[in-house]
């Protein structure tokens, strides 16, 4: 199957194939392409696995989405329903919770990503599944199926997800720490 894009999937479903459908005959790569693009399509910039070390670990997040103060990292899960899933599910929080983390104490380090000018930054870790899961939130992370993004961005708009706020340190510290002082 071909990579699939919002329209293409828009089309499938005027076509009256069902989302259900439309997602199990995803990729896990079409599966982030596509809460990337749900992401663009609602204002934020994003970047695809999106890598870092941070204490001689390595980490990736499959979206970072940004849209000023707030930083979205989001770890895509494209798994179909099976027995177990939800340990799986609260043991991927965990992870993406410590991301989180990680990211927040080497966000100095991420001019790629443009916050130098911010100020102040929230924070927000959220999993992205295929279908409702019985987890809802573990850890300050949230689960939330593809199909509820929309709505859940609203949500993290209007404040829902504020308390996770990381201090941005002046543009000239930034540059002084990236050795470009000027």
């Known amino acids: 199957m ?3 894009s919002l329209d293409g999937i828009e089309l499938m479903l005027r076509e009256g194939k069902g989302l259900e459908s ?27 696995n999106f890598r870092f070390s941070s204490k001689k670990k390595r980490y990736e997040i499959d ?9 979205i990292l989001t770890d895509c899960k494209h ?4 027995q177990g ?10 992870a993406q919770s410590r991301r989180a983390e ?10 790629c990503l443009g916050m130098e000018r911010w100020g102040e930054v929230t924070i927000v870790p959220i999993i992205i599944t295929l279908y409702q899961e019985s987890i809802i939130e573990n850890r300050g992370t949230f689960v939330i199926p593809v199909f509820k993004l929309n709505s859940y961005i609203e949500d993290v708009r209007s404040g829902m997800c ?13 540059q002084y720490r990236n050795g470009s002082r000027s």
């Open 85 to 94: 899933k939800a340990s799986s599910l609260r043991a991927a929080a965990v």
């Open 79 to 82: 798994w179909c329903i099976r």
């Open 22 to 48: 439309i997602a199990m005959d995803m990729t896990w790569q079409d599966f982030e392409g596509i809460v990337s693009e749900i992401f663009s399509a609602n204002g934020f910039r994003t970047f695809r």
């Open 2 to 4: 071909p990579c699939l």
């Open 162 to 174: 504020d308390e996770n706020k990381v201090k941005v340190p002046r543009i000239d510290a930034w």
């Open 102 to 111: 990680e990211f927040a104490l080497k966000m100095q380090e991420f001019a």
């Open 63 to 71: 979206v970072v989405a940004l849209a000023p103060p707030r930083v």
